[in-house]
């Protein structure tokens, strides 16, 4: 999917966007306590995650520990997202 429409979806579902300060590549949509990312390569929305931003949870590279969750596309992280919020 094309950055441009993928931030179009995620505005469009609610989520405020920003950019990454520190990884330029990399695009945030936040709703509440969930943060859906992806990287932009060459215009197209790569690598798409969500994870929840107030979790205790940490990566740990030593156990290759990663409490993120990985999607196929930006519809279904959003889904996921929707989902997680209504059974809080």
Known sequence: MKTVNAIKKLEKAGFTISKNEYVSSQINATMGEY????HDQDGNAICIWSDDKCARDTRDVITDYFPETYHNNITRAINFVKRMIERK
Do not use: A, D, E, N
């Open 35 to 38: 943060r859906i990312s992806f």
